[in-house]
Nanobody
Framework: QVQLGESGGGLVQAGSSLRLSCAAS????????MGWFRQAAGKEREFVAA????????FYADSVKGRFTISRDNSKSTVYLQMNSLKPEDTAVYYC????????????????WGQGTQVTVSS
């Protein structure tokens, strides 16, 4: 059974950095696509970033492009989200997710989700 667990969230000031990690209990991690989503209070869950099995294809929401970097380490069955130049608008619960197929930016394309980790950015 697939299980995902996020970590690395916290409270930081604007302009600071955080790195989120998501450990996955997957038999063959490299064959899965991984993504990061976030959900701010009172808003719908939105796409943040995604990565293919090899890490050669990276996708980002316009709101985080140039500031966030998604990566994965298949040997550790872990996906990361490096977040730089954080803004108060980035405050949200961040979720990692795993999908077998479908559009990378659509939440419904993902088959498994972590519990989320809170990121709060103060001004």
């Amino acid at each position: 059974q697939v299980q995902l667990g996020e970590s690395g969230g916290g409270l930081v000031q604007a302009g600071s950095s955080l790195r989120l990690s998501c450990a996955a209990s997957v038999r063959t991690f490299r064959t899965y696509y991984m993504g990061w989503f976030r959900q701010a209070a009172g808003k719908e869950r939105e796409f943040v970033a995604a990565i293919n099995w090899s890490g050669s294809n990276l996708f980002y929401a316009d709101s985080v492009k140039g500031r966030f970097t998604i990566s994965r380490d298949n040997s550790k069955s872990t996906v990361y989200l490096q977040m730089n130049s954080l803004k108060p608008e980035d405050t949200a619960v961040y979720y990692c997710a795993l999908r077998y197929s479908g559009d990378y930016y659509e939440p419904r394309s993902y088959d498994y989700w972590g519990q989320g980790t809170q990121v709060t950015v103060s001004s």
